[in-house]
């Protein structure tokens, strides 16, 4: 049974700073993995999708690497703002499209 | 663009009630899928569905129904409440024969039962 670990569980950063977050699974066999972004009260947003033949993606600010063969993804976020606080879900993608999802990071990014 | 469309936002129940959570989606995807988030946790899997009248389980499907009419529409229901089925319900779509594929989220049902 596949288990996604995310660690840490909760991170408070100022402004400013670089940080990563990091995402661990123990199945290998997965079709994809995507980092999501939650505010409280709120639906997921999806900022980064990291096709198993890939090993990283950007979007802005944000990079995702993913080594598939060790299990981990890792979401770097540069010059961390306040309004990058929020939840942080990493998910990976599995036979039949259905999605095993960490716990998350709670990211505090203080002004 | 409506994407995936979840109903009601915001439902309380009693104990026993039965009710359909209901999720719409106009991006012709076939695959579609239930979660349920509880505090501090991640979203677990409840019922997963990769076509029209094709419906199997998840991780935690006790306590609750699913059936797949149509490509457009993946209705939840719960049989008899419980309090346990407190939580954040979320419905996902995604595409088909793709494998690397995106899944797109509604914006939840946040249901308590008392």
């Known amino acids: 049974k596949q288990e996604v670990t995310q660690i840490p569980a909760a991170l408070s950063v100022p402004e400013g700073e670089n940080l990563v977050l990091n995402c661990s699974f123990t199945?290998?066999?997965?079709?994809?993995l995507q980092w999501f972004r939650q505010d409280p009260g709120k639906g997921l947003t999806s900022l980064l999708l990291?096709?198993?033949?890939?090993r990283e993606q950007t979007s802005g600010r944000l990079n995702a690497s993913l080594d598939k063969s060790s299990g981990r993804s890792t979401l770097y976020i540069a010059a961390s703002q306040p309004g990058d606080s929020a939840t942080y879900l990493c998910?990976?993608?599995?036979?039949?499209?259905?999605?095993?999802f960490g716990a998350g990071t709670i990211l505090r990014v203080k002004s | 663009n409506a994407g995936v469309t979840q109903t009601p936002k915001f439902q309380v129940l009693k104990t026993g009630q039965s009710m359909t959570l209901q999720c719409a989606q106009d991006?012709?995807?076939?695959?579609m899928s239930w979660y349920r988030q509880d505090p501090g946790m991640g979203l677990r899997l409840i019922h997963y569905?990769?076509?029209?009248?094709?419906?199997d389980q998840g991780e935690v499907p006790n306590g609750y129904n699913v059936s797949r009419s149509t490509t457009e529409d993946f209705p939840l229901r719960l049989l008899s409440a419980a309090p346990s089925q407190t939580s954040v319900y979320f419905c996902?779509?995604?595409?088909?024969?793709?494998?690397?594929?995106?899944?797109?989220f509604g914006q939840g049902t946040r249901l308590t039962v008392v």
């Open positions: 998910a990976v993608m599995e036979y039949g499209n259905k999605l095993v």
């Open positions: 990291i096709q198993s033949s890939q």
């Open positions: 991006m012709n995807h076939e695959y």
């Open positions: 996902a779509s995604s595409e088909r024969g793709i494998p690397n594929t995106e899944a797109f």
């Open positions: 569905s990769v076509g029209a009248g094709i419906t």
């Open positions: 199945d290998s066999a997965i079709y994809n």
